[in-house]
């Protein structure tokens, strides 16, 4: 009952207006249509308790029970669904459509790319006719869209706000360079992106004065250029106040200029950081429209990114990041799927930045205090920093008997590894399937010359995988059993285990250039200096 509602709801730009008097006094029609409903009502007003239902059209009385008022609901929900379809034609009001003329690209296949969270999402697909007409439907998606050729992946930015949306580019024209003919939200767009290129220019300007001029004991010439910057922003300000209300615009401009000053300003103005930050925490992160955008990649990306280039000290840019991930997870507490899609976002982001400290933070929250509302197999990624932190013992790899090989040899004894085997090991874990595998020995060919002196050990879960690679220096063995041990979930994972057999260094994402340059530092340090 509810969602009938609210496609009516949002669809009255498009009904008679009878229909709305219609839709909002059901009850008014159900009673004159429907004796028995009419009945019903006047249970409802008796002494009876709410449960009341009459027991037939004649011979009156009540009855109660709650599978009357289940039959109730049911009644007045396919009643809605009736007059919805009388009145809307079958084809329901969110059934909008992008369509158009792009003179410029005749017979060309062109996409509606749509989002949802940090993935992309196809729309809707059609092929341009001779003349570079197309109509594309986007259902009940609402957010940003990026109209694209196949061929070349050129787009347009398009707000897809539940209506209908024509568009045309004419000949000679790239495909940004578009002109809404209907859809006044994303005329506003074309304007306001405008405008701002314009502002954004004459900012630069000033702010390069001011810079100039800073020391300057000219106060008329500091007072103008002071004066010049504050009219932009009041006009950049009375931009964001004339955009619709609630409107896709109104939600997501404030967050496109985000997050543009944070790029800019760790550069060119740091003193700005902390009120990005303020910023930043202010925004609604479970938004559907914010989700249904590129912009909220840009956003999170582009937040730690300006901690992490802030100019403070490793440890206070850890600690901010820290405090960051905390108000996203607590942002995110009432929707269980969010977290779960922006937690293994920030862990992959956090490592690939090379944050491991916040990467291991986050990870060691998430178990403590978000567990319930993870996916298993990130839960599983995050057990890496969990158990098997720096330091930590190792869990014990072993082989059976003939499934181990040296040299080209298998050793019927099996292999253990064993503590003072080496002063270092590096552990290399293979998965059945693995694409990047044939790449990852050749690297390890190559640099073995400079390894062998430290005890390398290859692990594959998959027998015939293994079978096939027996023929390297180092000792190659399978065991399945051992990969749930580790926590592994990528094709390649590397681990390098102290002469105890302790996590000295926990390499992941996969970068086979750390391994390498580990021991490049072990070999030009000495014996003393390593230990």
Same mark, same amino acid.
């Given at each position: 009952?509810?969602?009938? @509602?609210?496609?009516?709801?949002?669809?009255?730009?498009?009904?008679?207006?009878?229909?709305?008097?219609? $839709?909002?006094?059901?009850? $008014?029609?159900?009673?004159?249509?429907?004796?028995?409903?009419?009945?019903?009502?006047?249970?409802?007003?008796?002494?009876?308790?709410?449960?009341?239902?009459?027991?037939?059209?004649?011979?009156?009385?009540?009855?109660?029970?709650?599978?009357?008022?289940?039959?109730?609901?049911?009644?007045?929900?396919?009643?809605?669904?009736?007059?919805?379809?009388?009145?809307?034609?079958?084809?329901?009001?969110?059934?909008?459509?992008?369509?158009?003329?792009?003179?410029?690209?005749?017979?060309?296949?062109?996409?509606?790319?749509?989002?949802?969270?940090?993935?992309?999402?196809?729309?809707?697909?059609?092929?341009?006719?001779?003349?570079?007409?197309?109509?594309?439907?986007?259902?009940?998606?609402?957010?940003?869209?990026?109209?694209?050729?196949?061929?070349?992946?050129?787009?347009?930015?398009?707000?897809?706000?539940?209506?209908?949306?024509?568009?045309?580019?004419?000949?000679?024209?790239?495909?940004?360079?578009?002109?809404?003919?209907?859809?006044?939200?994303?005329?506003?767009?074309?304007?306001?992106?405008?405008?701002?290129?314009?502002?954004?220019? $004459?900012?630069?300007?000033?702010?390069?004065?001011?810079? &100039?001029?800073?020391?300057?004991?000219?106060?008329?010439?500091?007072?103008?250029?002071?004066?010049?910057?504050?009219?932009?922003?009041? @006009?950049?300000?009375?931009?964001?106040?004339?955009?619709?209300?609630?409107?896709?615009?109104? &939600?997501?401009?404030?967050?496109? @200029? &985000?997050?543009?000053? !944070?790029?800019?300003?760790?550069?060119? $103005?740091?003193?700005?950081?902390?009120?990005?930050?303020?910023?930043?925490?202010?925004?609604?992160?479970?938004?559907?429209?914010?989700?249904?955008?590129?912009?909220?990649?840009?956003?999170?990306?582009?937040?730690?990114?300006?901690?992490?280039?802030?100019?403070?000290?490793?440890?206070?840019?850890?600690?901010?990041?820290?405090?960051?991930?905390?108000?996203?997870?607590?942002?995110?507490?009432?929707?269980?799927?969010?977290?779960?899609?922006?937690?293994?976002?920030?862990?992959?982001?956090?490592?690939?930045?090379? !944050?491991?400290?916040?990467?291991?933070?986050?990870?060691?929250?998430?178990?403590?205090?978000?567990?319930?509302?993870?996916?298993?197999?990130?839960?599983?990624?995050?057990?890496?920093?969990?158990?098997?932190?720096?330091?930590?013992?190792?869990?014990?790899?072993?082989?059976?008997?003939?499934?181990?090989?040296?040299?080209?040899?298998?050793?019927?004894?099996?292999?253990?590894?064993?503590?003072?085997?080496?002063?270092?090991?590096?552990?290399?874990?293979?998965?059945?399937?693995?694409?990047?595998?044939?790449?990852?020995?050749?690297?390890?060919?190559?640099?073995?010359?400079?390894?062998?002196?430290?005890?390398?050990?290859?692990?594959?879960?998959?027998?015939?995988?293994? @079978?096939?690679?027996?023929?390297?220096?180092?000792?190659?063995?399978?065991?399945?059993?051992?990969?749930?041990?580790?926590?592994?979930?990528?094709?390649?994972?590397?681990?390098?285990?102290?002469?105890?057999?302790?996590?000295?260094?926990?390499?992941?994402?996969?970068?086979?250039?750390?391994?390498?340059?580990?021991?490049?530092? !072990?070999?030009?340090?000495?014996?003393?200096?390593?230990?």
């Amino acid at each position: 009952m509810q969602f009938l @509602k609210s496609v009516l709801f949002r669809s009255q730009r498009r009904l008679p207006r009878s229909f709305h008097s219609l $839709a909002m006094t059901e009850s $008014a029609i159900m009673r004159s249509s429907f004796p028995w409903f009419a009945m019903t009502l006047s249970c409802h007003r008796e002494k009876h308790s709410d449960d009341a239902i009459p027991l037939g059209l004649s011979g009156g009385g009540c009855r109660t029970g709650k599978a009357w008022r289940q039959s109730l609901q049911s009644l007045k929900a396919l009643l809605l669904v009736l007059i919805s379809i009388l009145y809307l034609g079958i084809t329901p009001a969110f059934a909008a459509k992008v369509s158009g003329t792009l003179a410029a690209y005749p017979g060309q296949e062109i996409k509606l790319i749509g989002f949802d969270g940090f993935d992309k999402r196809n729309l809707a697909t059609a092929t341009t006719d001779e003349n570079g007409g197309f109509s594309l439907d986007y259902g009940s998606y609402i957010g940003i869209g990026h109209l694209q050729l196949a061929k070349t992946n050129e787009g347009s930015i398009i707000i897809l706000n539940g209506s209908d949306i024509v568009l045309q580019v004419d000949k000679g024209k790239k495909i940004y360079e578009q002109d809404f003919i209907e859809n006044k939200e994303n005329q506003l767009w074309v304007e306001y992106a405008k405008s701002q290129n314009t502002h954004d220019k $004459a900012r630069q300007a000033w702010q390069y004065l001011a810079k &100039l001029y800073k020391n300057s004991a000219e106060t008329d010439l500091l007072n103008l250029i002071a004066g010049q910057l504050a009219k932009l922003e009041e @006009k950049d300000q009375a931009q964001l106040r004339q955009l619709p209300e609630n409107s896709v615009l109104s &939600l997501l401009v404030p967050i496109r @200029k &985000l997050i543009q000053a !944070m790029t800019k300003d760790v550069v060119r $103005a740091p003193e700005n950081i902390p009120l990005h930050i303020e910023t930043f925490k202010k925004i609604d992160l479970t938004h559907a429209y914010l989700w249904h955008s590129d912009l909220l990649e840009q956003l999170v990306r582009g937040h730690y990114i300006m901690l992490e280039n802030s100019g403070n000290p490793l440890p206070k840019v850890f600690e901010l990041a820290n405090v960051s991930s905390d108000h996203i997870l607590k942002a995110l507490n009432t929707d269980a799927s969010k977290k779960n899609t922006m937690a293994k976002f920030l862990f992959d982001f956090l490592r690939k930045r090379s !944050m491991f400290k916040s990467a291991r933070y986050l990870a060691l929250q998430l178990l403590e205090s978000h567990q319930r509302d993870l996916s298993d197999t990130l839960i599983k990624r995050l057990h890496v920093y969990h158990d098997l932190a720096n330091g930590k013992a190792a869990p014990t790899v072993e082989f059976k008997a003939n499934t181990v090989a040296h040299n080209g040899n298998l050793l019927d004894q099996g292999f253990m590894l064993n503590k003072d085997q080496s002063e270092y090991h590096i552990l290399v874990f293979f998965k059945a399937g693995c694409k990047s595998c044939e790449q990852t020995l050749d690297n390890m060919k190559i640099l073995y010359p400079r390894i062998k002196t430290m005890q390398v050990t290859v692990v594959y879960q998959d027998r015939q995988d293994w @079978k096939q690679h027996i023929n390297y220096p180092w000792v190659s063995g399978w065991n399945p059993s051992v990969f749930d041990k580790f926590h592994i979930w990528q094709d390649v994972t590397y681990f390098i285990l102290d002469k105890d057999l302790k996590f000295y260094k926990i390499h992941l994402p996969l970068i086979w250039d750390y391994v390498e340059s580990f021991v490049t530092k !072990m070999q030009s340090l000495s014996l003393k200096e390593r230990l």
